[in-house]
């Protein structure tokens, strides 16, 4: 699912990289349609939150977890996650889709990863 346009209670949930240089992909559209601050890597700006995804599978583990708390934190957003670390990262959805294992309702995962968590 390719994510155009969002609703008003809704987040664009991307890959970055630490430094927020959001120039391809997801990220390029977080940066261009919902709110992602050039040099921000990390975090809600915008409609859009970013998960440094170019660090290293720890990084993406820890920011993950930071996510999933903000999203219990803030049940009236509905969070639309793209598939994160899954392009030019290099992993692959069995790699980060059980980083969400658990994730409160309000998070919506793409097709991938929900096929991978139903497996496990």
Known sequence: MRIE???PHQ???????A???????AARMAHERFGAVWGEGHGLHGRSYAIDTM?????????????????????ELELLVTEIGCGIAGYS???IAPLFRGAPDNVVLPARFLAVLERD
């Open 5 to 7: 346009s969002l609703e």
């Open 11 to 17: 987040v664009f949930v991307f890959g970055s990289n």
């Open 19 to 25: 430094s927020g240089q959001h120039g391809a992909g």
């Open 55 to 75: 660090s290293g599978l720890a990084v993406i583990e820890r920011e993950v977890a930071a996510f999933l708390g903000f999203a219990a934190e803030h049940p």
């Open 93 to 95: 959805p069995e790699q």
